[in-house]
């Protein structure tokens, strides 16, 4: 349709501005380059070279970000159509006028890829570019590999694809990724203005495919070892290095032909569907299906913690971080300055790394009231109480609470298994409570599981759901339960690592096969960093973990626990360890059976796990199983690249875990005992994770 020499359609609008031809795009929220994106793109480009009063080209789009890289979702249906991203890369980089991207927001995976086959790039200093790529298990696809290297050099590009990092604008500038920096506000001017610059000195207007590539193999191996953490398990980082490889030793055609297969390779790979699962899952875990955008979110401007202890004070600190001011209450003054000190130890040790100043380190501390009284949390939105895990204690302060907080204040546990419904019922105001639970260290692990209390309101849910981003956190609604959604299941797998300790399975041999499987930490050197003294709490009766504790060996931080520990934290087998668990396993009358396959252990391991999230999901305890995804991986590190274990679970097939289940449980008993889901997923050939 054309309006005022404007040709509209409903991504694409292309206009003139004196003798330059823009190109906008307008596809919220991101952008995203999908398949009628490309065509609009492609058709904005002919529209301007077919026009003699146009002498360059200008590509924008409205919104919040430049494109922010390729419609992941489209990856999940595959062929990718036409035209292809090869088709729209080959258009920009071979139009016969100059083209220009305007870049703003985050210019990501394809949309840098774009701008690099513009002739030139032009920036406001707030905007971002980079190849994210390799957190789906991917590769730029199209074109970045071969030509970013032609800018910046074969190890910087390397790096900065490796890393799948965002570059700030001005640092792109001065790698020579970015032309020119625009004022805030005046991109489209600058842009224009560019582009008519460029017009007027004539052809021919440089093409990054032309250029040749700074930097050898030798760049790569250094890069490779910089890296080379990130290889263990995942698919994608050996393939980009091949494709830095073909940039080095090939045509550009060539090494294009070369990106393309690697490409296809990581396409149709395992991994890479589970990283793409894990990228949708974990921007779903916020939507609560009751709970519309009409609920109102109340302001958190003040929070109250109580107890400054690992937790207390680790939730502090992300409040500090988010610029919320803290009362921070402990009941003696011993243990609230010991508290105080710990919080600012944690910034000075930031600030010694360069990552904060010591006059920010200040001010963040400023941020906290220190107080002796839970009277000082009279005016306070919301409340953490992070104390003692006993259900006496936490009532009797929620008690408490009750009569000194303001109406409307939030009142959130942060108990890791405790009966909330059971908290709540100690105030007079139990739809005003609800769980946070944390995870150690609070400060640093990204999970936040938001405990929903049968009573809990559903303002004070949107609120926490909300509030757990402003913290940096990624939320996950659980229903009350014993461990609610990641400890419940992650249980298994420590029941199960101790059971076969007692059998006689080698410690190394258990913690291998979880290594092997992805797990960085395998669960007996898990076990060992978490202080086998916090794993006995609250058991009844003598225990291994007791008999350990007995023996002054609690763990890592003893230099001591299952394994021995040497000045670098090095695990060696220990005698006394074997004893230890030799006696027990005696007391126990335990079967010996130390020869297990590592399929067996692999199997008794894991499928418990994906079977509780069955439960939980049977239970209404988790939303969806892609939440259970997300609890697992950011709560546990269950490896990313397997997709967690509910989509894991799928991989395997229900059948198959089903039968194995059943199998287990005949020789172990019921703690393997298939849940319901998994046997109607068996039967009906379904699936955990629908997206
Ligand atoms: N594809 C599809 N949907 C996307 C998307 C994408 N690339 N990026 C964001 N969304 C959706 C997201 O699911 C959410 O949806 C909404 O947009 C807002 O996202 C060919 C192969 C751009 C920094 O990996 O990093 O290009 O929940 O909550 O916090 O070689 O989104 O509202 O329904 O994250 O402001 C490479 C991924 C793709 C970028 C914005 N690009 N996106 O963050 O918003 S592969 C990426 C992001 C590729 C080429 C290769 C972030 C953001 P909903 P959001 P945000």
Request: glycine letters at 10%.
């Amino acid at each position: 349709m054309d309006v005022e020499g404007m040709m509209m359609s409903e991504v694409l609008t292309t206009r003139v501005a004196g003798n330059i031809g823009i190109v906008e795009i307008a596809s919220p929220p991101v952008n995203a380059l999908s398949t009628a994106v490309r065509a609009a793109v492609i058709e904005g480009l002919r529209v301007h070279n077919a026009d003699d009063a146009v002498a360059a080209i200008v590509i924008l789009c409205a919104g919040r970000t430049f494109f922010a890289g390729a419609d992941i979702a489209e990856f999940d249906h595959l062929p990718i159509k036409q035209p292809d991203f090869d088709a729209l890369m080959t258009t920009a980089e071979s139009s016969p006028k100059p083209v220009v991207a305007a870049i703003h927001g985050t210019a990501l995976g394809g949309g840098f890829e774009l701008a690099l086959a513009c002739n030139y790039r032009v920036a406001v200093p707030s905007a971002k570019v980079g190849f994210p790529e390799v957190h789906l298990g991917l590769l730029p696809g199209a074109g970045g590999t071969q030509r970013l290297p032609r800018l910046i050099g074969t190890g910087a590009a390397l790096d900065l694809i490796l890393s799948g990092k965002p570059v700030p604008a001005a640092k792109a500038a001065e790698m020579g990724v970015v032309d020119l920096l625009a004022e805030e506000g005046k991109l489209e001017e600058t842009a224009i203005a560019f582009a008519q610059d460029v017009a007027a000195k004539g052809a021919p207007w440089p093409k990054v495919r032309d250029r040749a590539v700074a930097g050898g193999l030798d760049e790569i191996e250094a890069i490779k070892a910089k890296h080379k953490r990130q290889f263990k398990g995942f698919k994608a980082p050996g393939h980009i290095v091949q494709a830095l490889e073909a940039a080095v030793t090939l045509p550009f055609e060539e090494g294009l032909r070369r990106e393309q297969e690697l490409f296809g390779e990581l396409l149709i790979s395992r991994e890479s569907a589970a990283q793409r699962h894990v990228f949708f899952a974990q921007r779903l875990t916020a939507k609560v299906p009751d709970i519309g955008k009409d609920v109102p979110i109340l302001p958190i401007r003040k929070v109250g913690v109580i107890g400054a202890g690992t937790m207390g004070g680790g939730i502090t600190m992300n409040f500090l971080q988010a610029g919320v001011p803290v009362t921070l209450v402990e009941m003696k003054q011993e243990a609230l300055d010991r508290g105080i000190a710990t919080i600012r130890k944690n910034y000075e040790r930031t600030a010694a790394k360069g990552r904060m100043t010591m006059e920010q380190v200040d001010k963040l501390m400023s941020l906290i009231d220190p107080v002796l009284s839970l009277d000082a949390l009279a005016d306070v939105d919301l409340v953490v109480e992070a104390v003692f895990e006993e259900i006496s204690i936490k009532k009797d302060i929620f008690g408490q609470l009750d009569g000194i907080c303001r109406e409307g204040a939030i009142l959130a546990s942060n108990t890791s298994f405790l009966d909330l419904d059971d908290i709540a019922s100690a105030t007079s105001r139990p739809e005003w409570v609800v769980g946070m639970h944390f995870f150690s260290p609070a400060n640093v692990m990204p999970l936040l599981e938001v405990v929903r209390g049968a009573k809990t309101g559903k303002e004070v849910i949107a609120t926490v759901m909300k509030l757990a981003g402003t913290i940096r956190k990624t939320p996950v609604l659980a229903g009350v339960c014993h461990g609610f959604i990641a400890n419940r299941i992650m249980e298994h797998l420590i029941v199960q690592s101790q059971q076969m300790v007692l059998e006689g399975v080698p410690l190394r041999t258990i913690d291998k096969v979880m290594n092997d499987y992805g797990f960085a930490m395998g669960p007996i050197a898990m076990l060992d960093l978490i202080g086998l003294d916090v794993l006995v709490h609250g058991a009844s009766g003598r225990t291994l973990m007791g008999d350990f504790v007995a023996a002054g060996r609690r763990g890592q931080k003893t230099g001591k626990g299952f394994y021995d520990y040497d000045a670098d934290r090095k695990a060696t087998l220990s005698d006394e360890a074997a004893k230890i668990i030799g006696d027990f396993a005696t007391y126990t009358g335990i079967a010996p059976d130390p020869g297990q396959s590592e399929e067996n252990i692999r199997q008794r391991l894991l499928y418990p796990v994906v079977n509780e999230g069955a439960k939980c999901l049977e239970e209404g305890i988790a939303l969806r199983a892609s939440d259970i995804d997300v609890a697992a991986i950011l709560g546990y590190n269950w490896p990313v690249f397997t997709g967690g274990p509910m989509f894991w679970g799928d991989t395997i097939g229900a059948a198959t875990l089903l039968q194995g289940l059943k199998d287990l449980e005949g020789r172990y008993g019921s703690a393997f005992t298939p849940a319901a889901l998994v046997q109607k997923l068996a039967t009906e050939g379904g699936r955990f994770v629908n997206r």
